[in-house]
């Protein structure tokens, strides 16, 4: 019969888990948040109708979202079944993206959509996935947006 290997606690375990993954878990809402309402204030600045466009992007994919997990919560449930490692690579490459849309100002407000959309796939994953699983949609966003802004710099906005 095989034992299950003992962690050790040390100090670096500790800072894992004590400090890097509540940073992980409270790092990237908090920067997509605050893009959020920087973007819709920005919009307000130009105008009502811009305002309100604006504020509607953001609220689309919250409420999608809040729609599925409270009524169909079966179905996202599922997404415990994606292997970890595909999850990450997928996210990794939506941290990218969201850091390129930052940039962009089309006249629909895709930025603001891709934010909360962003911002509500690791609400979702926090809150119906197994901590692990979760864990592979924030370190994969948070990896993707940095390693974007190491290659190419902050957006600008």
């Not at 790092?27 to 948040?33: D, E, S, W, Y």
């Amino acid at each position: 019969m095989q034992r299950k290997p003992v962690i050790q606690r040390d100090w670096g375990t500790e800072l894992i888990e004590h400090i890097l993954y509540p940073i992980a878990i409270i790092l990237m809402p908090l920067l997509l948040l605050s893009l959020m309402i920087f973007f819709v204030t920005k919009a307000f600045t130009e105008g009502v109708n811009p305002g309100i466009r604006s504020f509607c992007s953001v609220l689309l994919p919250l409420m999608a979202l809040t729609f599925l997990v409270k009524f169909r919560r079966e179905i996202l449930g599922k997404a415990n079944l994606a292997p970890s490692g595909l999850t990450f690579i997928v996210t990794l490459a939506v941290g990218l993206a969201i850091m390129r849309a930052v940039s962009f100002a089309p006249h629909v407000p895709l930025r603001e959509l891709v934010l909360s959309g962003t911002f509500s796939v690791l609400v979702f994953s926090y809150v119906l996935l197994d901590r692990d699983k979760s864990m592979s949609y924030y370190f994969g966003t948070i990896l993707g947006a940095l390693v974007y802004v190491v290659l190419w710099g902050f957006p600008k906005v």
